[in-house]
Every structure is written in structure tokens, then in C-alpha cells.
């Protein structure tokens, strides 16, 4: 008995003594691993990546500080001279140099409001402005307010000018891992609205050029196709114009006139000219039509002393329903061909007298009366291999059309991506543009972010629009790509140049998941050279959630790209110029009100009501079913008869 409780005292104060042991060694790890920092972050706790990002802001200012204005708005009278100010600020930590300088602005393409580039010398108001600053050196989270002058020249004519104050970021592109090509400049701008206005004679004045329209209903089975009229509105006066457009299709044979309410044109500058693309779907055309387009001009911040004649222009368009004809036509050689056969064969059949009676008159005299002729057999005559091998082989043919036509259905009803578009069908490489998409996104995504895939770029894509707030979750919005696709190219180092075909692919995530997606956007161009590039169709013809019925696009965050394109901003205006191997440049913003069109609405809402079937699938459907319809009456009309 003495012996057991000797053996579990020992065994006791051995596991006693261990953990004694332990504790503090245990104790001394815990205080280590406490004390140590995160290898990402410095020693005042931030990420490595906000320690390579160059984060600054411009805003509009007074002398004694920021304000609230957004943009710069003037009226001077020739020789007339205002002193104002503009405020950056440095929201990195390290140091960051730019420059401030003023540029001239005009509308182009389908930008409304375009920045002369940086290397442009300056023209017109954009020489009228005096920097105090221009070179800016601001340390680590800091504010610095320059002041500015514009002065009008005595001889300035009256009217409208436009421009901006540009604040430019520089930021080296660092090649990618086993490249050796030389680090890249890309400049990064963002910049204020400038206007102003010379009072005097006002002369208000548009034109309507290059006026296109084109009809895609000539082989629908239903003869309705959709009317895209395309033209370039110019302002040819000194002031700065609004218009909202009409469009009238006047059709031929009596069946009256299709009118549709355009997309209104806001804030076009004097000089500069818009490119206009409108679709006004569903036309029913069996003849040529007549597309007229007209124009009434407003003014933007202030009425017109008179009101402007509205200005017109029309085109005609060749919108005959060939597939009606086409299949009049071919019943009408079907029937002539059924009867002449039909003649001819009763004519063999028949003769003079059926093939017996020449030989009975042969075989009596005159006098002789002919035998009744013998009551032959009805012989079967059967189909030729010919006309069945015929038929064979168009019925191949419609077969194929009808699986043709129904394909594009099943694919649409398959597909994980929903339609999304670009803001202008076509551009260049050197002007940003927005992705516009068919409808929201679902819960619980509150932010977005786009990525580019194509050649030249990382092989899991570069950032074409910033983690950022969706400004619409429940309806159709717009996301703005950060810069121009030359920029983007350059940011990421090497020689390539834009070739072939870019993903877009703008995804639905929250702030703090955005590797995980609950819905993705996405859209294609293609580049026919360097410079210029145009939208594919969509890669599907479904709508995301929520969207369609309500028809319109909220405000978003905008970009400016080198090129200069901007908007007003009552906040100010920020730029961030990231980790070049993280993907390319962060975000420049502006704000901008953008507003979808009826004729997109009804596109929208015919798209989901057809689940995804073109008007090309149903002319392939019909084509089957007319080449069918034709196969069955020509085996009926060559079946085997007594």
C-alpha cells in the first residue's frame, strides 16, 4: 500500500514540474507575438499598399479656404480681370509634386466636355489664366492654396468659353516580372470646370451632319426591325446649347409615321460637335422610309433672347421586307411550276385518243368501226430519286436553320453574364469611356470593380474601375473606366500595343470581398488598329436584377484620363496613382448625371420577353419553316398517282 502512494506522488510531481516549466516559456511567446507588428504594416500600423499609393485632390477655394462651388463660373466684359483661388491637397504618406495649369475645352466624339492635352500649347481662355503656383511640392497630408488670375483681352469676342483648371499627377509604370523594358511615365490628370462668358450679340445656332439610318428588318418573318439613326450635331453659334431631338419615320404605301423622342443633348460647347447613335426598335416597313431628324436648341445656365428656329435634316432608307418577297416569289414559281405539270402530263396521258386508238384505225378500214379500246391496269407512278434526293436535301437545310434560330435562346437562358454596353459604339485609344449595364445588382453587393483582360495585360487583368460604391444597386448604372486604354496599356511597362479584343468584366462585390462576385457585367471591344476600337455585341441578352422597367442610369463616380476629359465636381476632385504591378492606376472622379433612353428600355424589356431570341433567330426559324412548308408541297405534288 506505501508503495502505490509513493508511485503517484512521484508521478505527480514530475507532470508538476513540467508545467511549471512551460508556463513562463508559454507566458514569453504570447508577450512576442503581441508586440511583434504585421509584416504589412510600418511601425505606425499601415498597410504596405497605402505606403505605395499617391493619393491627392483638387477643389475650388476662397483666400481663407475651401469652398463648396465645385467649378468656376464667370462673366467678364472684355479688359475685365478676377483673382481666385484652387486648392490640392496630398492625402499619401510621402511627399508628392504636381503641376496646376489651365487648358482649353471643347466637345467631341461622344464626349460633351473634352480637356486639351498637356502638351498642347494654350489656346483661347485657357492662355487668359495666370498660375501663382504652377509647380507644387506638398508634403505628407497636407493642403495648399494657390491663387490664379483670369484676365479677357479687350478684343475678346462675346459668347461662351470653356476650360479647365487640370491638376496632372506623374507616376512611374514599373515593368512586369521578367521584362526589360524602361520604366514608363503616365501621367494621371484631374481638373475643374472653368466657364466663362464675354457678354455682347448672341447667336445661338446647330446643324445636324452625317445623318445615317439603317433597317435591320429586311429578312425578319414579321417584317419589324429596329431603325438606327446615326448623325453629328455641331454648334455652330458662340454659346453654349442644349437640344432635344425628335425622330420621325415617315413610311411609304400609306402606313404613316413612327415618331420617337430622342436622347437630349446637354451643355454643347461653341465649335465643338457630339456624334448622336438612337435606336427606335420595333418599325414595321414593307417600303422605303424616310428618317427626319430635328433639333431645338435651349440655352444651359440661362435663357435664349430669342428663341431659335429648331433645325432639320433627313435621309431616306431602303427598308423593303425582302423575305416577304422573296417567299411571294418562290409560291409563285411553285404554283406556275404545279400547273404547267400538270398540263403537260394530261397531255401525255390523253394524246389523241389514248395511246390505243391510232392503232385501232390503223388495223379497220373506214368503214370499219374502231374496237373499244382495253381497259389497261392503273400503273402507280412513283416519285424519281431525283425530286426525293431534292427534298431530302432542303428539308437538311431547313433543319438546320430552325436548330440555328433556337440556339441563341438556350444560350441566352444559359449564359452567367448579363448585357452590358459601352457609352459610344466606337473610340479611341487615347479618351476614356463608361460601361453602361443592363440592370443592378443583387444583395448583398453595395460596391463594384472592373477588370480589362486582352493582350498586353496581366494575364488576371488589370483594374479598370476602382473598388467603389455602386451608385445604383436596384436599377441600369454606369461605370466609369478610370483612364484611356493607351494609359492602361502603358501603366503596365513593355512595348506591346492595343490588338484584338479586351474584356471588360465589371463584378457586383462589397468593400471588403471584392474577390468574390454576385453578378458580373461584361462587355467587348476590338481594336482595328492602335488607336481605334469598336463595341462587339453583347456577350448575352439577359438583364441583371431589378433593371429594365424603371429605365434609367443614376449619377456615378467619373474618371479623367490624360486626355483631360472631366466633369464638375461640387466636392472637389481626387486622383490616386496605385502599385502599377497591382493592376494600373487608381481612380480620378468627377460626377455626372447620365439617363437611359426609352428606345433602351423597350430593348430591354423585348430582350427579356423574348428570353434572349434575336431577330435573326426568328428569321432562321421562319426560313426553316418556309423551306418546310415548301418540301411537303413539292412531295405532295409529286406523289405517286393512278
Not at 445661338?204 to 439603317?214: H, K, R
Request: proline share 7%.
Amino acid at each position: 500500500m506505501n508503495a502505490q502512494l509513493v508511485t503517484a506522488r512521484s508521478v505527480f510531481s514530475r507532470h508538476q514540474t513540467l508545467a511549471l516549466l512551460l508556463l513562463p516559456l508559454l507566458a514569453l511567446l504570447l508577450a512576442t507575438s503581441w508586440m511583434t507588428p504585421a509584416r504589412a504594416d510600418d511601425e505606425s500600423g499601415t498597410r504596405a499598399d497605402e505606403r505605395n499609393t499617391m493619393t491627392v485632390g483638387i477643389t475650388t477655394a476662397t483666400k481663407k479656404g475651401l469652398d463648396d462651388r465645385g467649378n468656376y463660373q464667370y462673366e467678364l466684359l472684355p479688359g475685365g480681370l478676377v483673382v481666385d483661388y484652387v486648392s490640392v491637397s496630398n492625402y499619401s504618406l510621402k511627399p508628392v509634386t504636381v503641376r496646376l495649369l489651365a487648358r482649353a475645352a471643347t466637345s467631341q466624339g461622344s464626349n460633351a466636355f473634352i480637356v486639351q492635352p498637356t502638351n498642347t500649347p494654350p489656346t483661347v481662355l485657357s492662355s487668359w489664366v495666370s498660375i501663382g503656383e504652377p509647380v507644387v511640392k506638398l508634403p505628407p497630408r497636407s493642403t495648399r492654396t494657390v491663387p490664379f488670375q483670369l484676365g479677357v483681352p479687350k478684343g475678346a469676342e462675346p459668347g461662351d468659353y470653356a476650360g479647365a483648371m487640370v491638376m496632372s499627377l506623374m507616376a512611374e509604370g514599373k515593368p512586369r516580372k521578367g521584362e526589360k523594358a524602361e520604366p514608363v511615365a503616365v501621367e494621371h490628370r484631374v481638373a475643374l470646370k472653368m466657364m466663362l462668358r464675354v457678354p455682347g450679340q448672341i447667336q445661338p445656332g446647330l446643324e445636324v451632319e452625317d445623318l445615317t439610318a439603317e433597317w435591320d428588318g429586311a429578312w425578319s418573318p414579321t417584317g419589324r426591325g429596329d431603325v438606327r439613326i446615326s448623325y453629328t450635331v455641331r454648334n455652330t453659334g458662340n454659346v453654349r446649347l442644349s437640344a432635344d431631338p425628335a425622330l420621325a419615320l415617315d413610311r411609304s404605301f400609306g402606313r404613316g409615321v413612327v415618331t420617337a423622342k430622342g436622347e437630349r443633348i446637354n451643355d454643347l460647347l461653341p465649335g465643338g460637335a457630339l456624334a448622336v447613335e438612337q435606336v427606335v426598335p420595333d418599325v414595321f416597313s414593307v417600303g422605303p422610309l424616310t428618317a427626319r431628324v430635328s433639333l431645338q436648341p435651349s440655352g444651359v445656365d440661362r435663357e435664349l433672347p430669342e428663341k431659335p428656329d429648331p433645325t432639320t435634316a433627313e435621309v431616306e432608307v431602303a427598308a423593303w421586307w425582302w423575305l416577304l418577297v422573296v417567299a411571294l416569289g418562290v409560291l409563285l414559281l411553285l404554283i406556275a411550276a404545279y400547273v404547267v405539270w400538270r398540263r403537260v402530263r394530261k397531255g401525255n396521258r390523253t394524246g389523241d385518243g389514248g395511246p390505243g386508238g391510232r392503232r385501232a384505225r390503223r388495223a379497220g378500214g373506214p368503214d370499219t368501226p374502231a374496237a373499244p379500246a382495253a381497259e389497261q391496269a392503273p400503273e402507280a407512278v412513283s416519285v424519281s430519286p431525283r425530286i426525293a434526293l431534292r427534298s431530302a436535301g432542303a428539308g437538311a437545310v431547313a433543319l438546320v436553320a430552325l436548330l440555328i434560330g433556337i440556339a441563341p435562346a438556350a444560350h441566352a437562358e444559359d449564359a452567367e453574364t448579363w448585357r452590358a454596353t459601352t457609352s459610344t459604339p466606337k473610340g479611341t485609344a487615347d479618351v476614356p469611356f463608361e460601361i453602361k449595364t443592363s440592370g443592378g445588382c443583387p444583395a448583398p453587393a453595395t460596391n463594384m470593380i472592373a477588370w480589362v483582360t486582352g493582350k498586353g495585360l496581366p494575364k488576371e487583368g488589370a483594374i479598370a474601375i476602382s473598388n467603389t460604391v455602386a451608385p445604383a444597386m436596384d436599377q441600369p448604372f454606369v461605370g466609369y473606366v478610370i483612364d484611356s486604354m493607351s494609359n492602361l496599356m502603358a501603366s503596365q511597362g513593355g512595348s506591346a500595343q492595343l490588338d484584338g479584343t479586351y474584356t471588360f468584366r465589371l463584378q457586383c462585390i462589397t468593400a471588403e470581398h471584392y474577390d468574390h462576385s454576385y453578378g458580373d457585367y461584361v462587355v467587348k471591344i476590338a481594336f482595328s488598329d492602335p488607336t481605334h476600337w469598336r463595341m462587339l455585341p453583347p456577350v448575352t441578352r439577359k438583364t441583371g436584377p431589378h433593371g429594365g422597367s424603371e429605365a434609367g442610369a443614376m449619377a456615378g463616380a467619373g474618371a479623367a484620363g490624360s486626355n483631360g476629359t472631366t466633369g464638375a465636381d461640387p466636392a472637389g476632385a481626387g486622383a490616386s496613382a496605385g502599385d502599377p504591378s497591382a493592376g494600373g492606376p487608381g481612380a480620378a472622379g468627377a460626377d455626372a448625371d447620365v439617363a437611359a433612353t426609352a428606345a433602351e428600355a423597350a430593348a430591354a424589356d423585348a430582350d427579356r420577353s423574348t428570353g434572349g431570341m434575336t431577330r435573326t433567330s426568328w428569321s432562321l426559324i421562319g426560313l426553316g419553316v418556309l423551306l418546310l412548308g415548301g418540301v411537303f408541297a413539292w412531295l405532295y405534288a409529286s406523289r405517286p398517282q393512278a
